[in-house]
Nanobody
Framework: QVQLVESGGGLVQAGGSLRLSCAAS????????MRWYRQPAGKQRESVAF???????MYADSVKGRFTISRDNAKNTVYLQMNSLKPEDTAVYYC??????????WGQGTQVTVSS
């Protein structure tokens, strides 16, 4: 059974930093494209960043230069380092893979709140 458990969210002031973690079980993170998504309250979920099995990364324009996605293969965990946070980064953050999205799976997410 696949599980993706997000953690690391919290309340931070604008300009601050957080590091989110996505611990994977039942799948090998390094063999999958792992994506971070976020969903602000009342809005649609959007892709923030992804890392491919070969280690290539891409970012949404809104977070480019501020967020960094990385992976620890030994821990089977994907991270999202978020720096220079803005109030508009406030959202529930999720990680997922294309295959799990097709299967209809979403984890519980982790709330990030950035105060101005």
């Amino acid at each position: 059974q696949v599980q993706l458990v997000e953690s690391g969210g919290g309340l931070v002031q604008a300009g601050g930093s957080l590091r989110l973690s996505c611990a994977a079980s039942g799948l090998i993170a390094s063999s999958n494209t792992m994506r971070w998504y976020r969903q602000p309250a009342g809005k649609q979920r959007e892709s923030v960043a992804f890392i491919t099995s070969s280690g290539n990364t891409m970012y949404a324009d809104s977070v480019k230069g501020r967020f960094t996605i990385s992976r620890d293969n030994a821990k089977n965990t994907v991270y999202l380092q978020m720096n220079s946070l803005k109030p508009e980064d406030t959202a529930v953050y999720y990680c997922n893979t294309p295959g799990m999205i097709i299967a209809g799976y979403w984890g519980q997410g982790t709330q990030v709140t950035v105060s101005s």
